[in-house]
């Protein structure tokens, strides 16, 4: 990383905001004066921003205790409103997206000698994290990164991550990039020197098509930090006979286990993620945020709330640790076996208000109910269905499997670098798997557009995902089919899945066959809108929250009482 900078708002900026940039700038001004006459307070031990940007909110968790110098100067900038109107000015596409240089020059000038001091690198830069950039001079002042993709070589380069987005990659992921480094790049050498000088104004004429921060704000956090952990289960046994010494399950949880009288955990609720993900999406705002914080359904300070990464995903065992295709082929039982291994013995649950999983969870949910039927007191599978996986759903998986074996590169799992073609062609089919025409269709509106919006998507999915990874995850629904078992399911069942769901088509009629073989189920389909969002309307508690109120009121409040 060896330059990094920003600045701007485009001169067609609506005049009902000109009031409040006036009102920010002079905010800014003030920030600007010297060290001597300001002194930046210490930041909290987490906080959370949301920049308001052109291609949509993006909202970043601060941690402290991971860069204090760069959190408390993070922290000092935005609530001065350095930030607003700041152009991304240095973007390449799956590495980086750089601002951090106030539009006004005689705002930026004051900043460019008030370094901060170096913190040691705590955390890694991954994909989604955000660290300070090199200033002019090769200290650290108010340019800051995000990555976006996996750039590790910059932790022996002592950039030091201090905080990581939570919400939103998908609007860093598209902001423009088709200037590169022309833009912005080149600190040490000088050559942002115009940036300094001429501001917005120059960036307006040499570079029109930067993206930029309309507004940046620190928000009140909507719940608690989650806690992170990890539980091995030793000599573990998969389905197919495979046997790891040590499995590693990663998990997160938030508030706190309670028990009853009885002794029994009465407020312990399991959430399960989909294909490719990680107990950390559900930390997001639009859903941890709409369910998790005060006030809210499952609020954190009533609910002890487990969020783990399923085998083969996120923090937990999986390909890319190292044995690649000689890891143990799992299966959806597997996971599940896992998840109640960890609930029972890693964190002494033996009781569950709620197991609610997205896509690949929800089918997990399904398998929950019929293999543990009296754990829990309710289900709620979304986006899912309690049957094999044929037809075009089966297919899909297959076409994506097959492209990543069927690619020399793949080297029978043994490869030295990513197998581009095959793995392309992988995303290329999730892809379809996971659209929403109408959502699309917004995003994308022309030809040009839309092949910009493609070529952008792959670049950031090659940059994050691993081929064998991948294709264990598919490949462990094979097996798949709790349909002869459903009778089995004694728990109050509530599915949810929405109309434009590619993966499950309602055209079938599955879940009105299947649903009512469950004693105590129920099915909901949203309907199409402009609030769907296809396959992902999984994880848009805004959509379906209040199908949940209802259902959770119906099995009754079983967490235990807040203490007096």
């Known amino acids: ?117 170096d913190d040691p690198p705590k955390q890694s830069n991954t994909r989604g994290t955000v660290a300070f950039a090199f200033g002019v001079g090769g200290g650290r002042t108010t340019q800051v990164f995000i990555n976006l993709g996996d750039n590790t070589r910059l932790d022996g380069e002592g950039f030091a991550p201090f905080g990581r987005v939570v919400e939103g990659m998908e609007a860093a992921d598209a902001l423009f990039a088709g200037y590169g480094e022309a833009s912005g790049g080149g600190i040490r050498g000088g050559k942002q020197a115009p940036l300094f000088a001429g501001g917005n104004a120059w960036l307006a004429r040499h570079f029109p098509r930067l993206d930029f921060i309309r507004h940046a704000e620190v928000v009140p956090a909507t719940m608690p930090q989650a806690v992170e952990g990890d539980h091995v289960i030793r000599g573990f046994r998969f389905a197919s006979g495979e046997t790891l010494a040590e499995l590693k399950l990663h998990y997160r949880t938030l508030g706190e286990p ?89 964190l002494r649950v033996d009781h569950l208000v709620l197991v609610m999983g997205t896509s690949m969870g929800g089918m997990h949910t399904w398998l929950w109910g019929e293999r543990y039927p009296d754990f829990m007191d309710g289900l709620v599978p979304l ?125 079938l009629g599955l879940m009105e066959k299947l649903v009512p073989r469950v004693p105590r189920g129920r099915y909901v389909l949203i309907p199409t809108g402009p609030e769907t969002r296809g396959h992902g309307t999984h994880s848009l508690p805004d959509v379906w ?4 109120a209802r259902f959770l009121a119906e099995i009754g409040d079983q967490a235990a009482p807040l203490p007096r």
Do not use: C
Request: glycine share 10%; proline share 7%; charged share 25%.
């Open 383 to 507: 986006a899912s269905a309690p049957a094999q996986i044929a037809g075009r759903n089966r297919v899909m998986r297959r076409m994506l499997m097959d492209a990543i074996r069927d690619d020399p590169g793949w080297e029978g799992g043994d490869y030295r670098e990513p197998p581009r073609r095959g793995l392309t062609t992988a995303l290329d089919i999730l892809m379809l798997m996971t659209s929403s025409p109408l959502q699309w269709h917004k995003t994308a509106p022309t030809r040009d557009a839309a092949d910009a919006f493609l070529a952008e998507q792959i670049t950031r999915r090659l940059a994050t995902t691993d081929a064998n990874d991948l294709l264990y995850a598919f490949d462990a629904s094979r097996d798949y089919d709790p349909s002869p078992a459903l009778e089995s399911i004694r728990a109050p069942l509530l599915a949810i899945n929405s109309a434009d769901d590619v993966v499950n088509p309602p055209e």
């Open 1 to 117: 990383m060896r330059s990094f900078s920003a600045g701007g708002a485009p001169a067609t900026a609506r005049a009902a905001r000109r009031a409040h940039v006036a009102a920010r700038l002079a905010m800014a001004l003030l920030a600007a004066a010297p060290a001597a006459r300001l002194a930046a307070e210490e930041a909290p031990a987490q906080f959370s921003v949301r920049l308001d940007t052109s291609k949509g909110p993006v909202v970043v968790e601060v941690h402290r205790e991971w860069a204090p110098h760069g959190a408390d100067r993070f922290h000092e900038l935005v609530r001065s409103g350095y930030y607003d109107d700041a152009r991304f000015f240095r973007v390449v596409a799956g590495r980086w997206a750089q601002f951090g240089i106030n539009g006004r020059p005689e705002v930026s000038v004051r900043w460019r000698e008030r370094t901060i001091p």
């Open 258 to 346: 309670r028990r009853g009288a009885d002794g029994h955990v009465r407020n312990a609720v399991l959430i399960l993620h989909g294909t490719g993900g990680s107990g950390r999406g559900f930390l997001s705002e639009t859903f941890g945020g709409r369910l998790f914080g005060p006030g809210q359904l499952l609020d954190a300070a009533r609910y002890f709330i487990v969020l783990p990464d399923g085998i083969g995903h996120g923090g937990s065992s999986k390909p890319s640790d190292g044995l690649h295709a000689r890891f143990p082929r799992y299966t959806y039982d597997d996971m599940v076996v896992a998840q109640h291994e960890l609930l029972t013995e890693g």
């Open 545 to 548: 929250g209040a199908h949940l």
